[in-house]
């Protein structure tokens, strides 16, 4: 039953040998030397070679002395004795990003050969140079409005080729000066457009387009030259700034829909100091070309990453294929038939910018102080909560506004203030509409315990801040296809440590947050729902986790540890009606024993003082079920979760085809785990205990399936990182890998279990959890066409749902060729009509899963209405083509199709469960 345990780049299965030891090649020592690599990285290298299988090892001398770089690569940064750059290398070995990453995969063909180490370092380069890649893209076309001569081609005019040199060198050098992390695209544009601001005023007014030379020569025409600007002090500085110099920034920030404020904090707390630094402030010239190359090559050296300067001359190391960029590139306006100009789609940059626009747009109408409607909440109290929110709210700020500056740059406190303020709004505007909510289900206006609870604050507020720094921080979604997730320092769960709450008592406010605030983005609530799936896996089951302490107060009190959540709910629909009230205030102890189960609960003299109302007596009641409603939630999500994940990988591993049977009995033990051996989760995965899962049944029913060949196919499943199998914890201090988990832990634990599957009284199976399409209400995927040529509906999607701001030329490519199908429409306002038709109904379907008592705005293009025969608003289309008509018949055609075929599917359902 036990597995092979490989060892570090040794080759785990018997059926691929690695070649004989052989002396060094003469042209690998040459590539060595050439790279200037020490005698161990040479050594290292030269042993995973040696480990490869005989396939790669005999191949062509040139593609041999390609592998060889990439084992150097890989052996340099284990031994974190890295001697070259990224660029020296690829140039060395005559490879794009690309190929680079493409041989890399290659050469990890034991699983262990390419360490973790090796993949974020590979991860965040190429991150860095998508982002890199954009900005370049948006350097030349903002270039292109502001400085005279240049085409509107690609290539800019020679004249003008070594003012967008110095351009760009001063911004590289700029964010590798002041970022740490230089793959933030809001961040980094925003310093951009500072480095843009220079330069307009510097250079010759006949060099600059209009409206920027009009803005240049008003500062001149002040009398304030950049050398007396740069006399005065830092005070000085900021009020010639507000007064004079912002009005070049403004224009910049308007044409590229930037948030003027936060570039003009920017212009003043980090790009002055920086000019300062490399000491070009006090120069009217124009600074010299040679002098900031030399400085960057010392940065370029020292990060030993990519040459960003290689952009200005097209080179191909920074090369990547088509399906694999995203470049800032918009095309030319497309017209329509009568002539009407079509919006271009979005581009990166544009898409971080309109992003962060909605959600200023949303805030617009909030404050950072609580409303009038929160204070008359506040007041009806029996213990006004004012005081410690707001001081709450102030010490966070504080926290958060230096941990910001320690992950992004001591120079950078300001913006992590700013972008704290746009989360305290948002909180307090999700805290009125939940407590409204509240009011409208209880009739009850005293909410003194859930809002003097400090637990439920914390996690709100961090909600808040998350989705903030989410709208900054993630819009620029780059695809690429790695095993590990693309992160940054300030990525989730970061914002849980630097507010120091629990992922357990996080998890609690998730659904509320999202049915409270229904203006998010469909992306947004994607991260939120990830956020919860990520609890779900690993970050609920740390050590310190308060889970722990619940699941054993649960099994003292049941003393029946295996009935935490009767697997007889896996069927039933994950449908409740606890809003965040419930699960904060949800008991964790039973009723004779004394606390309440929390660490942050509303002190005993509270609770002693409170009144008696129908909300209190209500959690008095539920106090007297002695079950923990969290936790009760807690676990259906869990085993909702966990299966799923394990039907994707069965899927890709292709059993249930060939073994029919097997993914039920899979399940069963993995559902038994969870359950009865949770102790197993600690610290640890929940894919790790899936893995092991499989193998332990494959094993005992005699299915050839190895740890190998499982680990290859969990590494294509979304959301996977290569640490849950190559670092497992076996016992405090002690790691390794899956295998070693599973030889010295899993088994250990379960093999009276497993044996069971194969005796001739198994254990009963497990039911199959209903899994929804979506915790959040959303369908996942495209439905499909009863009867149709494999043709899929779904409802027209735009990241804009508050009215007056949907529109659909905000959209991608791809998005927009979705809407089109067939002949052409012709206007959006034909779009719009049939929208409208579309969506009239005095009927109102709820969507699947949602019972929340806020409303969902509808989609723009409804096929789930009942009984809508004919299109009945054509009385209202007068004057329109009959290929409108035609449109419009054939979608109330597909509506009814869906219909029918998910009226078919339910009474199929409700037949197997009756069965």
């Excluded at 961040?187 to 330069?199: A, D, N």
């Excluded at 102790?679 to 640890?684: A, F, N, Q, T």
């Excluded at 996942?780 to 508050?802: A, D, E, F, W």
């Excluded at 025969?869 to 290929?883: M, R, V, Y």
Aim: glycine residues 4%; contains cysteine; charged residues 25%.
């Amino acid at each position: 039953m036990h597995p092979k345990h490989s060892k570090k780049v040794a080759v785990s299965d018997s059926e691929e040998s690695s070649s004989p030891t052989r002396h060094k090649n003469a042209e690998f020592i040459l590539l060595c030397q050439s790279l200037k690599v020490e005698e161990n990285v040479n050594e290292r290298a030269w042993k995973i070679w040696e480990s490869m299988p005989t396939h790669l090892v005999n191949g062509i001398a040139l593609e041999n002395r390609k592998y060889w770089g990439i084992c150097i690569f890989i052996a340099a940064v284990d031994l974190n004795a890295v001697s070259f750059t990224l660029t020296e290398l690829q140039k060395t070995l005559d490879l794009n990003v690309t190929e680079f990453l493409q041989l890399l995969k290659k050469m990890d063909v034991n699983l262990d050969t390419v360490s973790t180490e090796v993949n974020l370092l590979v991860l965040r380069l190429v991150k860095k140079l998508h982002v890199f890649t954009a900005l370049f893209e948006k350097f030349k076309r903002i270039c292109e409005k502001i400085f005279e001569e240049t085409p509107c081609n690609q290539a800019p005019s020679d004249a003008n080729k070594p003012v967008m040199k110095v351009c760009w060198i001063t911004f590289l050098l700029a964010t590798g000066k002041l970022l740490q992390m230089e793959d933030d695209l809001v961040l980094s544009f925003q310093l951009l457009l500072c480095v843009l601001e220079y330069f307009i005023k510097i250079l010759p007014a006949e060099l600059i387009k209009e409206p920027y030379r009009a803005a240049a020569n008003s500062i001149i025409s002040s009398g304030l030259s950049r050398a007396s600007r740069r006399s005065h002090n830092r005070t000085t500085q900021a009020s010639n700034l507000t007064e004079v110099d912002s009005k070049v920034l403004e224009i910049l920030c308007q044409e590229n829909e930037c948030n003027t404020d936060e570039v003009k904090n920017i212009y003043l707390k980090s790009f002055l100091p920086f000019l300062d630094k490399i000491k070009i402030s006090s120069c009217t010239e124009f600074p010299e070309l040679d002098t900031l190359s030399r400085q960057y090559e010392e940065l370029y050296h020292h990060n030993k990453d990519f040459d960003g300067r290689l952009f200005l001359e097209c080179d191909k190391t920074l090369q990547m294929d088509p399906e694999d960029r995203c470049e800032e590139r918009t095309p030319k306006m497309p017209q329509t038939e009568d002539g009407n100009t079509v919006h271009p789609p979005q581009t990166p940059v544009r898409a971080a910018m309109n992003t962060i626009q909605q959600l200023q747009m949303i805030l617009n109408t909030a404050d950072d102080k609580p409303s009038e409607s929160l204070k008359a909440y506040f007041n009806n109290c029996t213990i006004n909560p004012t005081t410690n929110i707001t001081k709450r709210v102030e010490n966070l700020g504080q926290k958060f506004q230096e941990k910001f500056a320690r992950a992004v740059g001591e120079g950078w406190a300001e913006i992590g203030s700013q972008r704290y303020n746009l989360g305290v709004r948002l909180y307090y505007r999700v805290m009125e509409s939940m407590l409204k909510s509240e009011e409208k289900r209880l009739s009850v206006q005293n909410f003194s315990k859930l809002l003097n609870d400090a637990t439920f604050h914390g996690s709100l507020l961090t909600c808040a801040v998350e989705v903030v720094m989410t709208t900054y921080g993630m819009t620029w979604n780059v695809s690429l296809k790695s095993s590990i997730q693309t992160e940054t320092d300030l990525s989730f769960p970061w914002i849980l440590r630097v507010f120091n709450i629990k992922a357990y008592e996080f998890y609690k406010v998730i659904e509320s947050f999202i049915k409270a605030e229904p203006n998010l983005t469909r992306e947004m609530i994607k991260h939120v729902e990830r956020c919860e799936h990520r609890i779900m896996e690993s970050i609920a089951w740390q050590s310190d986790s308060p889970l722990f302490d619940i699941l054993k107060q649960q099994k003292e009190r049941d003393d029946q540890p295996d009935q935490l959540e009767p697997t007889s709910t896996l069927k039933q629909p994950l449908q409740h009606s606890h809003t965040a009230a419930d699960l904060y205030l949800s008991p964790v102890r039973s009723p004779w024993k004394k606390g309440s189960g929390t660490a942050n609960t509303v002190p005993t003299q509270q609770t002693k003082t409170e009144t008696s109302s129908s909300w209190q007596s209500q959690s008095q009641l539920q106090q007297k079920s002695q079950k923990s409603t969290s936790l009760s939630l807690f676990y259906k999500k869990v085993y909702r979760l966990a299966y799923l994940r394990l039907n994707m990988l069965c899927n890709h591993l292709h059993l249930p085809s060939e073994h029919p049977q097997l993914e039920a009995i899979i399940w069963t033990l993995f559902q038994h785990t969870l359950a009865n051996e949770h102790e197993l989760m600690k610290d640890r995965h929940l894919d790790q205990i899936m893995m092991c899962s499989m193998y332990a049944i494959c094993k005992v029913k005699n299915i050839d399936l190895r740890f190998k060949t499982i680990v290859t196919a969990y590494k294509d499943l979304p959301n996977t990182n290569q640490e849950t199998f190559k670092h497992v914890l076996i016992k405090e201090g002690q790691y390794d890998s899956i295998i070693g988990f599973y030889n010295l832990v899993f088994i250990q634990r379960l093999k009276t279990n497993i044996l069971q599957y194969v005796s001739t009284r198994p254990p009963t199976l497990s039911p199959i959890p209903h899994v929804p399409r979506s915790s959040f209400g959303f369908p996942t995927s495209p439905l499909r066409v009863p009867g149709g040529n494999n043709i899929y509906v779904s409802p027209l999607k735009s990241s804009y749902k508050t009215d007056g701001l949907l529109s659909p030329t905000k959209m991608t490519p791809r998005t927009r060729i979705l809407v089109s199908i067939g002949e052409p429409f012709g206007t959006p306002e034909k779009f719009q009509k049939i929208n409208q038709l579309v969506s009239s109904s005095d009927r109102h379907l709820k969507r699947a899963g949602d019972t929340g008592s806020v409303p969902k705005p509808l989609k723009r293009l409804r096929f789930d209405m009942d009984e809508q025969d004919e299109a009945d608003g054509s009385k209202h289309l007068s004057g329109e083509s009959k290929l409108l008509q035609q449109k419009i018949a054939e979608m109330t055609s597909t509506r009814n199709k869906i219909q029918e075929q998910k009226m078919k599917d339910g009474s199929s359902d409700t037949k197997r469960d009756e069965n």
